[in-house]
C-alpha cells in the first residue's frame, strides 16, 4: 500500500467480499460516502498495484495479494480499536478514533500494541 486512500479503499473492499467473495465499486461507493467515480478511480489503481480484478461496471475480487494485504489492514483497525477500548476511550469514539490512528502507526508499532493488548486481555482473566 502506497497511500491511506488505497489502504482505506482496500480495507472496504475486503469487507464487502467477506460474504460473497466479490463486491461492486458503487457498493464500494457507498460504504465510503463517496462518488462512485472516485471508487471506480481508486479500483483502478487498486488493480494496477495487483490487489484486485476489475473491470469496469463489473465486480470487484480480491486477488490473493489484495486479500492478505484486506486481512491485516482489518487487523491492524480492530488491533487500534481493542488498544483504545483498552485504556478506557469510550465506546462511541473508538471507531472513528481509531480510523484517525490507523495510518499513523508503523507495522511493527502495530505488533507491539497487539502484544500489548493481547498481554493485558490475559492478565484480566487471571
Same mark, same amino acid.
Given at each position: 500500500? !502506497?497511500?491511506?486512500?488505497?489502504?482505506? #479503499?482496500?480495507?472496504?473492499?475486503?469487507?464487502?467480499?467477506?460474504?460473497?467473495?466479490?463486491?461492486?465499486? !458503487?457498493d464500494v461507493a457507498e460504504a465510503l460516502s463517496i462518488n462512485p467515480s472516485?471508487?471506480? &478511480?481508486?479500483?483502478?489503481?487498486?488493480? $494496477?498495484?495487483? #490487489?484486485?480484478e476489475y473491470e469496469k461496471y463489473g465486480w470487484i475480487f480480491l486477488t490473493p495479494q489484495g486479500e492478505q494485504a484486506g486481512e491485516q489492514l482489518q487487523?491492524? &483497525?480492530?488491533?487500534? $480499536?481493542?488498544?483504545?477500548?483498552r485504556i478506557g476511550v469510550p465506546?462511541?469514539?473508538?471507531e472513528t478514533e481509531s480510523a484517525n490512528l490507523e495510518h499513523h502507526f508503523s507495522w511493527e508499532t502495530i505488533v507491539l500494541i497487539r502484544e500489548f493488548v493481547e498481554q493485558t486481555e490475559e492478565n484480566n482473566k487471571e
Open positions: 500500500m !502506497t497511500t491511506r486512500g488505497m489502504e482505506d #479503499h482496500l480495507k472496504q473492499i475486503y469487507r464487502l467480499s467477506e460474504a460473497q467473495g466479490y463486491t461492486r465499486v !458503487t472516485a471508487a471506480s &478511480k481508486m479500483a483502478r489503481r487498486l488493480a $494496477e498495484a495487483g #490487489h484486485i487487523e491492524r &483497525k480492530q488491533t487500534l $480499536e481493542r488498544f483504545l477500548s465506546e462511541q469514539r473508538v
